[in-house]
Antibody, heavy 122, light 114 residues
Framework: EVQLVESGGGLVQPGGSLRLSCAAS????????MSWVRQAPGKGLEWVANIKQDESEKYYVDSVKGRFTISRDNAKNSLYLQMNSLRAEDTAVYYC???????????????WGQGTMVTVSS | DIVMTQSPDSLAVSLGERATINCKSS????????????LAWYQQKPGQPPNLLIY???TRESGVPDRFSGSGSGTDFTLTISSLQAEDVAVYYC??????????FGQGTKLEIK
């Protein structure tokens, strides 16, 4: 079964750090771009970042540039999001997502994890 | 960045009636070299991740009921549910995946039963 499982969320104080993980199974992880998408409580979806198969290309939404770092370990079939200098507005459910086609980032996402909640509060 | 704007923000439709949701992009998401619109529609129910319904603006994802259809090109797109069922109550999002990221989403449209 094709599956993505996020972990690492929790409560963190403003200015703190957190590292999210996404474990992939049931498909050739190393062949796909991968993305993070977040959703603040009661709000809409926000695309956050994506990463190419070999980590040679990474893209971020402006609001997280310089604070978040996306990475991956293809040997462990895992995607990561290192979040530093966290702010209250980063509070959200964070989803990892896979595009529908091998080799391209310009595809809709057909596989999503269940998400992990990050709460930034003192 | 491409801005996606959906309308309306919320919609109430009677069971069995047609529901129409619109999505407008701030620039064209039609790629001329392959004549494809880089536009997807997702359905999200409470407590669940998004579920892909439509890609390339009008191609239905496998397993999606044929009452769901997508249309449009360039900057203006529509998601239509031909005969609303109770299980279609959800929030619907459009997303563009054209060019260099960010691959932005619309703000969402909440669909309810009248």
């Amino acid at each position: 079964e094709v599956q993505l499982v996020e972990s690492g969320g929790g409560l963190v104080q403003p200015g703190g750090s957190l590292r999210l993980s996404c474990a992939a199974s049931g498909f050739t992880f190393s062949s796909y771009w991968m993305s993070w998408v977040r959703q603040a409580p009661g709000k809409g979806l926000e695309w956050v970042a994506n990463i190419k198969q070999d980590e040679s290309e990474k893209y971020y939404v402006d609001s997280v540039k310089g604070r978040f770092t996306i990475s991956r370990d293809n040997a462990k079939n895992s995607l990561y999001l290192q979040m530093n200098s966290l702010r209250a507005e980063d509070t959200a459910v964070y989803y990892c997502a896979r595009p529908s086609t091998i080799g391209s980032s310009n595809r809709a996402s057909d596989i999503w994890g269940q998400g992990t909640m990050v709460t930034v509060s003192s | 960045d491409i801005v996606m704007t959906q309308s309306p923000d919320s919609l109430a439709v009677s069971l069995g009636e047609r529901a129409t949701i619109n999505c407008k992009s701030s620039q064209s998401v039609l790629y001329s070299s392959n004549n494809k619109n880089y536009l997807a529609w997702y359905q999200q129910k409470p407590g669940q991740p998004p579920n892909l319904l439509i890609y390339w603006a009008s191609t239905r994802e496998s397993g999606v009921p044929d009452r769901f259809s997508g249309s449009g090109s360039g900057t203006d797109f529509t998601l239509t549910i031909s005969s609303l069922q109770a299980e279609d109550v959800a929030v619907y999002y459009c997303q563009q995946y054209y060019g260099t990221p960010p691959h932005t989403f619309g703000q969402g449209t909440k669909l309810e039963i009248k």
